[in-house]
């Protein structure tokens, strides 16, 4: 057996399938995604109840709102009918997923969840089933086939309802203005906490670990500055203090090829002008930005002034634990 051959086979399945649920999205999605921005204006909150495979599809979805914002929890089928069903609130949203649409266990549980005032949104794969019938709306996850030899086992199904709940969640995302700042709040911890959250201030080097020179010293005298400071590049000044330039390891081995006076000769004149350059104030996520965009290994942080205050080495980051 050819595993490999068998897993693209795997892939070629899912994304057919894939293509298939989204060539079926029409108006009922904006309609789905109307209600439960409505229910979410009004401090409702988004239940999402499924049997099997279909409740862990959910629970991953319901995480997708919750970090996005969108107030989400998890309602187990069998649970709801001992009590559980009392996490439900007049005004929220049922999200149901059954890919058959006759679930029994969820079917049974409908009668009790329709005596609030609620509404209910489902994925399923049989827009004719009692599932849908019973569903304010009901979005079309029908699939070609599954990826199982037996067709059995879900697997584009599960696929299918994955993604379409983070299209769900991206568009009620979108719909309720929803920031990167806000995205923050719900993330404080972690690398996306700490790349959303942290100043650059908060990260880069300072003091005797940020090399700052004159633009009239010696190359000779720029590399002790730099060594004393353990970094591999430079700020350079003007008599003012004012940023004109960067001088690094990089190009002191580019301009030895240029003469033996090398280390006599003053910072200006082999300087790389312009560097590139932050913001002590900005996001951190901004550095990281500039570091993957323009290929560098330090950025110069300056002040207002256009004062360098610090250096944002990018060895530092998967120690700050941001990357």
């Known amino acids: 057996m050819n595993h490999l051959a068998k897993a ?5 399945i899912e994304l057919a399938a894939l293509k298939a649920v989204r060539a079926q999205l029409d108006q009922t999605f904006d309609a789905g995604v109307e209600i439960i921005v409505g229910a979410l204006k009004q401090r409702g909150k988004i239940i999402i109840v ?5 409740g862990n599809v959910g629970a991953k979805i319901a995480a997708t709102f919750t970090s996005t914002g ?3 929890v998890v309602l187990n089928s069998v649970d709801a009918l001992h009590g559980d069903v009392g996490i439900v609130n007049d005004g929220d949203v049922i999200l149901a997923l059954s890919y058959s649409g006759e679930s029994e266990e969820l079917l049974n549980l409908l009668p009790a969840l329709k005596r609030f005032p609620i509404k209910i949104v489902s994925f399923t794969g049989n827009l004719k089933s009692s599932l849908a019938k019973h569903s304010d709306v009901s979005l ?32 009620i995302l979108q719909a309720r203005g929803f920031k990167q700042k806000d995205f923050a709040k719900f993330h404080p911890s972690g690398a996306i906490g700490r790349a959303l959250l942290l100043r ?11 090399a700052v020179a004159d633009e ?22 003007n008599a003012r203090g004012k940023l004109v330039g960067v001088f690094t390891d990089g190009d002191f081995r580019r301009h ?6 090398l280390l006599a000769e003053p910072l200006k004149k082999v300087m790389t002008p312009k560097p590139i350059c932050i913001f002590e104030n900005a996001l951190a996520v901004e550095a990281l930005k500039i570091f993957n965009e323009r290929n560098i290994d330090d950025l110069i942080v300056v002040n207002s002034k256009n004062e360098p ?15």
């Open 8 to 12: 693209r086979e795997v892939f070629d």
């Open 50 to 54: 499924g049997i099997g495979k279909s």
């Open 70 to 72: 969108s107030t989400s």
């Open 140 to 171: 079309n996850v029908k699939v070609p086939k599954e990826a199982c030899p037996f067709n059995l086992a879900p697997t584009s199904s599960t696929t299918a309802m994955l993604v379409l709940g983070d299209a769900l969640a991206m568009a």
């Open 200 to 210: 650059v201030g908060d990260i880069m080097r300072t003091g005797n670990r940020n």
């Open 216 to 237: 009239k010293i010696s190359v000779k005298d720029a590399l002790l500055v730099m060594t004393h400071a353990k970094s591999g590049s430079l700020s350079v000044v």
């Open 256 to 261: 030895m090829a240029s003469g033996d006076n």
């Open 309 to 323: 205050v610090g250096l944002v080495d990018s060895q530092d980051l998967p120690k700050l634990k941001i990357v």
